[in-house]
């Protein structure tokens, strides 16, 4: 049995573990993040993370067979500088090589999205599939092309940037600078405004006692818990959300037609309260639906660990 470390690098936390040739953890270990020290302070962090949970599995290096991370990033392979981090506040730095400079095995260092879509198909929701679409819904949108069961990157890695393809011409102003991405509509962040929006014409809504009418209060889990309690405001929100959601999935299909559509991020603990009506509403976006069906959307099953898993097995998705 061949052993891989597997982490992930967050804004919060370091996580790392042991996992072996069938996609499974072996032994966790994680750390804080601590992004106000040097970078190679934290790189340092990183690799020690790495180390520590190689002993907290009664092993050593030498068990080793790759170490791989999943960065909030992407990494250019022209001069293999990591090109931006926001989180990290980091922009242009060579972490690829002083990661491998702690380590004497080979280091495989690439987006953190692109990770959990892996872990997913290696381990997780998408286990039975080769071919897979992975969004994942949290305060930006992340996402993953895995074809073949191995990560699809495109030109330079920069690939696979499913949040910022366009959805609404000229619509919203994204993070990334550019207007009307699906982020900019089904991130949390977008379902939070979209939310305040409604409530703002509507003085009557259950969402404004929800939150005792602190705006600031509102978070995206808000107005699903105002459309449990079939708040017409809070049910007219979310269904524009899943069919902004429905839209921008129909896209994907019709470029990659994956077996599946796993989503994952906070507002998929929504679970069939969000994923039957998004399967209805796909039926009536995907391209040829009525005549030969499509892919289901499905929820992603293994949370944080997807990106460790992810991580830990890519040397087998880079392998050729
Ligand atoms: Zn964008």
Same mark, same amino acid.
């Given at each position: 049995?061949?052993?891989?470390?597997?982490?992930?690098?967050?804004?919060?936390?370091?996580?790392?573990?042991v996992?072996?040739?069938?996609?499974?953890i072996?032994?966790?270990?994680?750390?804080?993040?601590?992004?106000?020290?040097?970078f190679?302070?934290?790189?340092?962090?990183?690799?020690?993370?790495?180390?520590?949970?190689?002993?907290?599995?009664?092993?050593?290096?030498?068990?080793?067979?790759?170490?791989?991370?999943?960065?909030?990033?992407?990494?250019?392979?022209?001069?293999?500088?990591?090109?931006?981090?926001?989180?990290?506040?980091?922009?242009?730095?060579?972490?690829? @090589?002083?990661? &491998?400079?702690?380590?004497?095995?080979?280091?495989? #260092?690439?987006?953190?999205? !692109?990770c959990? *879509?892996? $872990?997913e198909?290696?381990?997780?929701?998408?286990?039975?599939?080769?071919?897979?679409?992975?969004?994942?819904?949290?305060?930006?949108?992340?996402?993953?092309?895995?074809?073949?069961?191995?990560?699809?990157?495109?030109?330079?890695?920069?690939?696979?940037?499913?949040?910022?393809?366009?959805?609404?011409?000229h619509?919203?102003?994204?993070?990334?600078?550019?207007?009307?991405?699906?982020?900019?509509?089904?991130?949390?962040?977008?379902l939070?405004?979209?939310?305040?929006?409604?409530?703002?014409?509507?003085?009557?809504?259950?969402?404004?006692?929800?939150?005792?009418?602190d705006?600031?209060?509102?978070?995206?889990?808000?107005?699903?818990? @105002?459309?449990? &309690?079939?708040?017409?405001?809070?049910?007219?929100? #979310?269904?524009?959300?899943? !069919?902004?959601? *429905?839209? $921008?999935?129909?896209?994907?299909?019709?470029i990659?037609?994956?077996?599946?559509?796993?989503i994952?991020?906070?507002?998929?603990?929504?679970?069939?309260?969000?994923?039957?009506?998004?399967?209805?509403?796909?039926?009536?976006?995907?391209?040829?639906?009525?005549?030969?069906?499509?892919?289901k959307?499905?929820?992603?099953?293994?949370?944080?660990?997807?990106?460790?898993?992810?991580?830990?097995?890519?040397?087998?998705?880079?392998?050729?």
């Amino acid at each position: 049995m061949k052993y891989y470390v597997g982490i992930d690098l967050g804004g919060t936390n370091i996580a790392a573990g042991v996992v072996d040739e069938t996609g499974k953890i072996i032994c966790k270990y994680s750390r804080k993040t601590n992004i106000h020290q040097p970078f190679e302070d934290l790189v340092r962090d990183i690799a020690e993370t790495g180390k520590e949970v190689v002993r907290q599995a009664g092993m050593t290096m030498e068990d080793i067979t790759s170490v791989g991370m999943g960065s909030p990033s992407c990494i250019n392979p022209k001069n293999n500088l990591l090109v931006f981090a926001n989180n990290l506040g980091w922009s242009n730095v060579p972490l690829p @090589a002083v990661l &491998q400079s702690h380590f004497d095995v080979p280091v495989y #260092v690439r987006n953190d999205a !692109d990770c959990a *879509a892996l $872990g997913e198909v290696i381990a997780g929701a998408a286990r039975n599939y080769e071919n897979a679409i992975m969004i994942t819904l949290g305060t930006g949108v992340g996402g993953g092309v895995i074809l073949n069961r191995r990560i699809f990157s495109g030109c330079d890695h920069m690939g696979g940037e499913l949040g910022h393809t366009k959805l609404i011409y000229h619509g919203v102003r994204c993070t990334c600078g550019q207007y009307g991405c699906l982020e900019s509509y089904t991130s949390a962040t977008a379902l939070i405004r979209e939310t305040k929006e409604a409530m703002a014409e509507h003085p009557e809504s259950l969402l404004h006692q929800l939150v005792d009418g602190d705006l600031s209060r509102v978070e995206a889990k808000t107005v699903f818990d @105002a459309a449990h &309690q079939n708040d017409e405001t809070a049910l007219a929100v #979310v269904d524009q959300y899943i !069919d902004y959601l *429905a839209a $921008g999935l129909s896209s994907f299909v019709s470029i990659f037609r994956p077996d599946v559509l796993i989503i994952g991020g906070g507002i998929s603990w929504q679970g069939d309260y969000l994923l039957d009506p998004l399967n209805e509403k796909l039926k009536g976006y995907i391209f040829s639906y009525r005549e030969i069906g499509g892919p289901k959307a499905i929820r992603a099953e293994l949370g944080n660990d997807a990106g460790i898993i992810g991580a830990a097995m890519l040397e087998l998705s880079e392998e050729e």
